[in-house]
């Protein structure tokens, strides 16, 4: 392949994987774009650009906002009159169409996998929705999940176990390409487990229940509900961070323990420190289990909150490099920071 069509086929790739995940419009290339059309005389990168988006599979199953979509084909539109003079009949076919649809409270955004595989979710389209901001996937979990797709060995043959789960994607994607033995999601909103379950369902998880074999194991405030699936043992967790107990968390065995932008609030990081401080007196065979926590600076006084409030319970704590492959199109420009905490 000539440089200028690998390039041309690069710039189609990066707008595939913005537009699937639901990336902000202003992220994508657009002036990559224009520079791209105003050198080629035809519109094979538009259509192609179509096709690896508004017509791709994963769009056509499981659809991103009707606003989102329509916002997206006006700019391929734009891009298109202001190089050329005549109209693109695919691109006005396709807002046509487009401007047919009602919208929807949920949309779909998908996340491709290096193995070919993908991670579909049902999100909220409001950040903050029915008071909890776990219903949307934030960056901190895109990077744990580049992350942990490099360092896979970690979570080979282990029992994970999730802290603020949210609405699934660093779970689904890492017992999709880890091979975990166990892995325990886990959250406390009704409405985020909820949509949790369903996510997970949605990417080809059966739960127990649609197999005639459900369990449910209650122990005080804390609801399991296990899924049997070819692959990792996995369950969904009611978890309370301020009743849950020592005893409770040391039932679950777990040998690897991770969350992501559960750091935020300083009501909600001295809760954490409590179960992190249980967590890392627990014994798995002998061991406590390792503890990785990731997150985006926003505010540096919770930060050194976190880091004060862990120094007071004696766990000390490390910052794990950054890894070399960028998979996910998020804010390189957040400071996201991953630690492994120290017990």
């Given at each position: 392949?000539?440089?200028?069509?690998?390039?041309?086929?690069?710039?189609?790739?990066?707008?595939?994987?913005?537009?699937?995940?639901?990336?902000?419009?202003?992220?994508?290339?657009?002036?990559?774009?224009?520079?791209?059309?105003?050198?080629s005389?035809?519109?094979?990168?538009?259509?192609?650009?179509?096709?690896?988006?508004?017509?791709?599979?994963l769009?056509?199953?499981?659809?991103?906002?009707?606003?989102y979509?329509?916002?997206?084909?006006?700019?391929?539109?734009?891009?298109?009159?202001s190089i050329?003079t005549?109209?693109?009949?695919?691109?006005?076919?396709?807002?046509?169409?487009?401007l047919?649809?009602?919208?929807?409270?949920?949309?779909?955004?998908?996340?491709?996998?290096?193995t070919?595989?993908?991670?579909?979710?049902?999100?909220?389209?409001?950040?903050?929705?029915?008071?909890?901001?776990?219903?949307?996937t934030?960056?901190a979990?895109?990077?744990?999940v580049?992350?942990?797709?490099?360092?896979?060995?970690?979570?080979?043959n282990r029992?994970?176990?999730?802290?603020?789960?949210?609405?699934?994607?660093?779970?689904?994607?890492?017992?999709?390409?880890?091979?975990?033995?166990?892995?325990?999601?886990?959250?406390?909103?009704?409405?985020?487990?909820?949509?949790?379950r369903?996510?997970?369902h949605?990417?080809?998880?059966?739960?127990?229940?649609?197999?005639?074999?459900h369990?449910?194991?209650?122990?005080?405030?804390?609801?399991t509900?296990?899924?049997?699936?070819?692959?990792?043992?996995?369950?969904?967790?009611?978890?309370d961070?301020d009743?849950?107990?020592k005893?409770?968390?040391?039932?679950?065995?777990?040998?690897?323990?991770?969350?992501?932008d559960?750091?935020?609030d300083?009501?909600?990081?001295?809760?954490l420190?409590?179960?992190?401080?249980?967590?890392?007196?627990?014994?798995?065979?002998?061991?406590?289990?390792?503890i990785?926590i990731?997150?985006t600076?926003?505010?540096?006084?919770?930060?050194?909150?976190?880091?004060t409030?862990?120094?007071?319970?004696g766990?000390?704590?490390?910052?794990?490099?950054t890894?070399?492959?960028?998979l996910?199109?998020?804010?390189?420009?957040?400071?996201?920071?991953?630690?492994?905490?120290?017990?």
């Amino acid at each position: 392949m000539d440089p200028a069509a690998e390039e041309a086929r690069h710039l189609g790739l990066r707008f595939q994987r913005g537009f699937l995940a639901g990336r902000r419009l202003r992220a994508f290339p657009w002036a990559e774009l224009e520079k791209k059309l105003k050198s080629s005389s035809d519109a094979l990168l538009l259509l192609d650009i179509l096709q690896k988006t508004i017509r791709h599979p994963l769009c056509m199953k499981y659809p991103p906002s009707v606003k989102y979509r329509r916002c997206f084909i006006s700019e391929l539109i734009k891009k298109h009159e202001s190089i050329a003079t005549e109209p693109l009949d695919e691109l006005y076919d396709e807002l046509a169409e487009i401007l047919n649809k009602e919208e929807s409270i949920n949309c779909y955004k998908s996340y491709l996998l290096p193995t070919g595989d993908s991670v579909t979710l049902s999100e909220t389209v409001a950040i903050i929705s029915q008071g909890t901001t776990g219903l949307v996937t934030w960056d901190a979990a895109l990077y744990l999940v580049e992350w942990a797709i490099e360092n896979s060995a970690i979570f080979s043959n282990r029992t994970i176990l999730e802290l603020g789960s949210g609405i699934g994607l660093t779970g689904i994607a890492i017992c999709k390409t880890c091979n975990p033995k166990a892995y325990v999601f886990s959250d406390y909103h009704h409405c985020v487990l909820e949509q949790l379950r369903e996510n997970i369902h949605l990417n080809g998880f059966v739960l127990e229940s649609e197999t005639g074999n459900h369990t449910k194991m209650q122990s005080q405030n804390q609801r399991t509900e296990v899924m049997d699936l070819q692959g990792p043992k996995i369950t969904v967790a009611e978890l309370d961070w301020d009743s849950v107990t020592k005893e409770q968390l040391s039932e679950l065995q777990v040998d690897v323990v991770i969350a992501a932008d559960v750091v935020y609030d300083p009501q909600i990081t001295l809760s954490l420190i409590g179960v992190l401080q249980q967590l890392s007196t627990s014994e798995t065979i002998g061991n406590p289990p390792e503890i990785y926590i990731a997150f985006t600076v926003r505010n540096p006084d919770t930060y050194h909150l976190f880091q004060t409030e862990l120094g007071k319970v004696g766990i000390g704590w490390q910052v794990v490099p950054t890894h070399t492959k960028n998979l996910f199109l998020y804010d390189l420009h957040s400071d996201i920071i991953l630690l492994k905490l120290l017990v």
